[in-house]
């Protein structure tokens, strides 16, 4: 069974870029067995998608989030990781990692999500 966790800061200045890391465990992410995926809660907008990275490193971003996102990923540390730019008040919110099943066409997993507070 695959296992998540989120790691990062919890405080990030407006202006500023969040990143946070995805460990996983449980699979190795050049597998194809998953979709690697960002999303985030709050109380304003809900659950929101925010962007994937396949086992061969390919990306996809949602368009509302696509200017300011990008998704990467370290195969020596079986690791992902997200990076949101020019971060405002607005983008305050638990962020979670999760796993697409290919085979179950659903997601798999979910790590147990991370407080981002963007303020000065």
């Known amino acids: 069974q695959v296992q998540l966790q989120e790691s990062g800061p919890g405080l990030v200045k407006p202006s500023q870029t969040l990143s946070l890391t995805c460990t996983v465990s449980g699979s190795s992410i050049t597998t194809n067995a998953y979709v690697y995926n960002w999303a985030r809660q709050s109380p304003e907008k809900g659950l929101e998608w925010i962007g994937y990275?396949?086992?061969?490193?390919?990306?996809y971003y949602s368009p509302a989030l696509k200017s300011r996102t990008s998704i990467s990923r370290d195969t020596s540390k079986n690791q992902f990781t997200l990076q949101l730019s020019s971060v405002t008040p607005e983008d305050t919110a638990v962020y979670y990692c999760a796993v697409w099943g290919a085979t179950i066409n659903a997601f798999a997993s979910w790590g147990q999500g991370t407080q981002v507070t963007v303020s000065s």
């Open positions: 990275i396949t086992y061969s490193g390919t990306t």
